[in-house]
């Protein structure tokens, strides 16, 4: 019997592989939304755990069988499927308890704004008005999003952060040198979902800058939390990048 269920086996394996790399590389590529290469690869997870169930149950049906070559190739497909399935069931159930919300700040109060975004989002996609609901549920799950503030000059804290975006790849939607304002659009490393981000320097004392980001999801009612380690990660560079700026040139002083 072994050897009539092993094609069977073989293909629906393939089929599962085939699913998981068109959901992400048709999202990657263009070829349809992130949303849809989403739900695609949440069918190859459940595809993927109904395999799992079907090698087990070869290997019970099979376990009189003589063919070790079979066995194997059943063991296989148990743990690849297995952990293919645990895998994004993992990635999912540590994201959530995370809360529902997709638009991320360092000022709740009065949220960077954007202004050239407003002209690229699809009438279908989210508002990117503030909601403030979500600024003490932020406070909560996200206390390490906070300004960043320094004693460099607006010009300086400005140039570190379009080298920073540079950096990142994010595609700049507006830049505006004199306002202290950078539009930016980043893509998740996986699907590529779409997520605006605005940064705004601000001088509040003659000697001190502030630079606050916002960062927002183009489509999805929840983040994972992306857009909150987005900015997180962008502010501890940045602030790293002022500091070594800060520091003297040891080979000058020779």
């Known amino acids: 019997m072994s050897r009539y269920i092993s094609p069977v086996l073989y293909v629906l394996l393939m089929l599962v592989g085939c699913i998981a790399f068109i959901s992400i590389a048709g999202v990657r590529v263009g070829i349809f939304e992130p949303i849809t290469g989403f739900s695609m690869l949440r069918k190859s997870v459940f595809a993927s755990l109904v395999l799992s169930l079907l090698a087990a149950v070869s290997l019970g049906v099979c376990r ?65 008005r503030y909601n403030s609901e979500w600024a003490p549920i932020q406070h909560k799950y996200y206390p390490d999003v906070q300004p960043l503030f ?12 379009t080298a920073l975006v540079e950096e990142r790849g994010w595609d700049v939607v507006a830049m505006y040198s004199g306002a202290g304002i950078i539009e930016a659009t980043a893509r998740t490393p996986i699907f590529g979902f779409r997520d605006d981000v605005v940064i705004r320097i601000t001088q509040i004392e003659p000697k001190k800058i502030r630079i606050d980001m916002r ?40």
Do not use: H
Not at 231 to 238: A, G, H, R, W, Y
């Open 150 to 161: 320094s004693t460099k000059s607006k010009t300086a804290v400005y140039s570190a952060i």
């Open 64 to 128: 009189k069988e003589k063919n070790i070559a079979c066995q194997r190739f059943f063991f296989l497909v148990l743990i690849v499927s297995l952990v293919y399935s645990i895998m994004w069931i993992g990635f999912y159930l540590q994201r959530s308890g995370l809360p529902d919300i997709n638009d991320i700040t360092t000022d709740t109060d009065v949220p960077p704004a954007f202004l050239n975004v407003n002209f690229i989002r699809k009438s279908q996609e989210n508002d990117l």
């Open 215 to 254: 960062s927002c999801s183009r489509v999805g009612s929840g983040d994972f939390g992306v857009n909150a380690e987005r900015i997180v990660s962008f502010m501890t560079d940045l602030s790293e990048s002022l500091s070594r700026s800060s520091m003297p040139n040891l080979s000058s002083m020779r």
